[in-house]
């Protein structure tokens, strides 16, 4: 995925109907697989990006990657008391309001009101955070003294900062291509797929260890109280197969994410992820990515079992233009190692709003390439965010970004084109006019390229028809069939451990096998544990004699 931020306005549809989609159940009251932050700010979970403390991603230990978190002996020393974990405060605690007192007042001659409610333990509480605080702040001093972004830029860019700007940083999980939070997790149950490179967890394997919450180093995996198990983004893959855009893009109302497939060399993961110096890591992962266009590369991906149509999707994948044509999107914190798979372009448009407080044309290309240097939002933060501190790649993006501006400038308004435009960029007229499209037009056909499933076992686009497998009977995100109780909507985390919390569904007999045949006795449901207790599915089962799981 590539979103382009100089479109981000911070309306959260995203957030809210992604939310709506994958988290209607109790215990996912603080997660969201989908957030807008505002910079400068501290994110979400706060100042998650401050790496000596939370010790996600990789790091480099004489010569070969490790996980920032620790070996497994070390992970196992806190596997019940982990300090590198979040607290629900770094998130913020999750609260509802008190509807029936607003709906079932007696009549007085106050105006009654719906006071808030901690939905942790039911008391009268007082709303100190949210997902995006920052932007409730209206960016205020306190925001910016805690980003850990800002805090390695000096002084004097502090105080520009302040003056000129604040933009909207959508985030979901980076599907990386060397994930850590798959590394670390003691049970196995986080995965990369194989066909299509997403990363999700196998609630039936999940243990509830968190060694993945805390081992990700942009914290978007979350764990749920309610159900012991981990959940995160899972790129909306019943959509994908289907070949439709994920929740978050379709609705998206500024039309700034694209969606598309890249064609990468996996041999050469792990060793673009262990470049010495962090500023060559972007330019590794771009040495990763294939050319769909080189015959060679065409015939070897569908010796291997790729689909045709799966080339024919990453010749015109927007997501491929963005990032190997036009180099305009960059990846978030490379310095992570992961080698992440969400890519932003960077925001211009404060220059242009700068340039007009000032008196001049904003759109004027030389003034306008003259303040991407100083009127911008300085170049060392982005830097910070999207190439380990190296200025160069930012600065080259902006340039084409502003040649493009210039250039479509003259276009509209019938002048004459100077060809030189797009020559000091590294481009030519018509690639300037075909970015301009992509970005600026944005048509939903040229936004999203995604081909459908694809299956040995039957044609492509069956995954469709076989919906998502979220919607089996009492499986997680499902209410029980017949009207919910209202009590499900609003059972606080720490109900009664004595009994089952309202509105839970009641335990359902296992089947005998699971999909794949292999043989379930013996174990639970987790989704149905009131938190009493240590459930018999929580650890496996000693082998028996034949080998195979008890």
């Known amino acids: 995925m590539v979103m382009n931020l100089d479109k981000c306005i911070g309306c959260h549809t995203c957030s809210v109907t992604c939310k709506q989609t994958w988290t209607n159940r109790a215990g996912t009251e603080y997660a969201w697989f989908n957030n807008v932050e505002t910079r400068p700010g501290q994110g979400y979970p706060r100042r998650y990006e401050d790496q000596d403390t939370w010790r996600g991603g990789w790091q480099l230990k004489h010569g070969r990657l490790v996980p920032r978190g620790g070996g497994r002996a070390r992970r196992l020393a806190r596997l019940f008391a982990n300090p590198e974990l979040p607290t629900l405060d770094d ?88 994930p850590s939070c798959v590394a670390v997790c003691p049970s196995g149950a986080l995965y990369k797929r194989v ?14 260890w968190r060694m993945c919450v805390s081992g990700c180093p942009y914290k978007k995996v979350y764990f749920n109280h309610r159900t012991g198990k981990a959940e995160k983004c899972t790129l909306c893959y019943p959509r994908i197969e289907a070949g439709e855009p994920t929740v978050c893009s379709e609705t998206c109302v500024g039309r ?21 110096d962090e500023r060559d890591l972007y330019a590794a992962q771009l040495d990763c990515f294939l050319d769909p266009h080189d015959p060679a590369v065409a015939r070897a991906a569908e010796e291997s079992g790729i689909p045709h149509d799966w080339v024919t999707a990453a010749r015109d994948s927007p997501v491929r233009k963005l990032i190997c044509d036009y180099r305009v999107a960059l990846p978030l914190h490379p310095e992570y190692r992961t080698m992440p798979m969400v890519w932003y372009v960077p925001p ?143 059972a606080p985390l720490g109900a009664p451990l004595g009994g089952p919390p309202p509105g839970a569904v009641p335990p359902q007999p296992a089947p005998a096998t699971d999909p794949t045949g292999r043989s379930l006795r013996g174990r639970v449901n987790l989704l149905d544990w009131n938190g009493e207790g240590r459930p018999d599915g929580l650890f496996p089962r000693r082998r028996e004699s034949g080998g195979k799981d008890a």
């Open 91 to 178: 998130y913020y605690q999750p609260w509802t309001y008190d509807y029936d007192n607003l709906l079932s007042a007696p009549l007085g001659e106050d105006v009654p009101t719906a006071p808030p409610r901690s939905l942790v333990d039911g008391r009268p509480t007082a709303v100190t955070g949210g997902p995006n605080w920052d932007d409730d702040l209206g960016g205020g001093p306190d925001a910016l003294a805690g980003d850990p972004v800002l805090s390695r830029i000096g002084t004097q860019v502090r105080l520009s900062y302040e003056q000129t700007f604040m933009f909207h940083l959508p985030r979901i999980c980076e599907h990386c291509l060397n």
């Open 195 to 208: 066909e299509d490179g997403i990363v999700l967890v196998d609630q039936d394997r999940c243990r509830g």
């Open 256 to 276: 700034l994410r694209y969606l598309g497939v890249l064609l990468y060399d996996p041999d050469k993961v792990g060793e673009a992820a262990s470049v010495p």
């Open 348 to 490: 211009l448009s404060p220059v242009v709003d700068a340039l007009t407080a000032d008196g001049f044309d904003g759109e004027e290309p030389a003034a306008l390439f003259g303040a991407i240097d100083t009127l911008r939002i300085p170049l060392e933060y982005l830097a910070e965010l999207f190439t380990a501190g190296d200025t160069g790649p930012v600065e080259a993006a902006l340039c084409r970004l502003a040649a493009m501006r210039a250039h479509m400038r003259r276009v509209n308004l019938r002048e004459p084109r100077d060809p030189a435009l797009a020559r000091g960029v590294g481009m030519d007229e018509d690639g300037i006019e075909a970015m301009y499209r992509l970005l600026a037009l944005a048509k939903y056909e040229e936004r999203y390229v995604v081909p459908t499933g694809y299956s040995h076992s039957g044609p492509a686009g069956a995954a469709a028809e076989a919906g998502c497998s979220l919607e089996a009977d009492g499986g997680p995100g499902m209410y029980p069939q017949g009207p919910p109780d209202a009590d499900a909507f609003h």
